[in-house]
């Protein structure tokens, strides 16, 4: 089945850990992005990338870090610079540059004890 | 700046009531705005607006853009109690950049 695929769904770190979510869509979408939501907010634009190989910071780019080598793969790594890591982080993807919506994958929760 | 407001943040109604949501942007270059429903995890696509005063519909769910003063609407007749969600609204603007509001958070009861 074609879709994004997250993974973790759950994960547990010390603080000072690095930590690294996948997200996998086998939809050929040439745009991908990286969210993250707080209880009670909205989703805030951490990382996109529009072609392999380039990327854009968003709006809370700090503390973390990406890479698009394969068009189907966009890693996330919350690093322990990100003051307050513990959210729900969201993989999302659209079909082309042009139109078309954000398709999402169902989330990894992150949670640093 | 690129900005979302939605409105309310949270509205609880009886099943059947009909309510209103919400959404005034301010965002450069916009190109659309998509509406989302989300329950638990992942948000689920409802609309895709990219032309002002032509509603979209789907089954009890409708919506529509005003692209000149710059909000949209989001209407749902006959609630249920399945329609308990987050609404979030996202317009897109330069760069293929999607924004988020907050989300309205409706609570429909038996």
């Known amino acids: 089945d074609g879709g994004i695929t997250q993974s973790p769904k759950y994960l547990f770190r010390k603080e000072g850990q690095n930590v690294t979510l996948s997200c996998e869509q086998n939809?050929?979408?040439?745009?991908m992005y990286w969210y993250r939501q707080d209880p009670g907010q909205g989703l805030r634009l951490i990382y996109y990338?529009?072609?392999?190989?380039?990327?854009q910071k968003g709006d809370i780019a700090e503390g973390y870090s990406v890479s698009r080598e394969k068009k189907e793969s966009f890693p996330l790594t919350v690093t322990s610079a990100q003051k307050n890591p513990t959210a729900f982080y969201l993989c999302?993807?659209?079909?082309?540059?042009?139109?078309?919506?954000?398709?999402f994958g169902e989330g990894s929760r992150l949670t640093v004890l | 700046e690129d900005k979302v407001v939605q409105s309310p943040l949270s509205l609880v109604v009886h099943e059947g009531d009909t309510v209103t949501l919400n959404c005034s942007y301010e965002v450069t270059n916009f190109r659309s705005l998509l509406w989302y429903k989300q329950e638990k995890k992942a948000p689920t696509f409802l609309f895709m607006l990219?032309?002002?005063?032509i509603e979209k519909k789907s089954g009890r769910l409708s919506s529509i853009l005003d692209k000149k003063e710059l909000f949209s609407i989001l209407n749902i007749t006959a609630t249920q109690t399945g329609d308990s969600a987050i609404y979030l609204c996202?317009?897109?603007?330069?760069?293929?950049?999607?924004?988020f509001g907050s989300g309205t958070k409706l609570n429909v009861k038996p």
């Open positions: 990338s529009q072609i392999v190989n380039d990327f």
């Open positions: 939809l050929n979408h040439d745009a």
């Open positions: 999302a993807s659209m079909p082309s540059l042009n139109t078309g919506e954000l398709f």
């Open positions: 996202a317009p897109r603007g330069n760069f293929n950049k999607f924004y």
């Open positions: 990219t032309s002002s005063g």
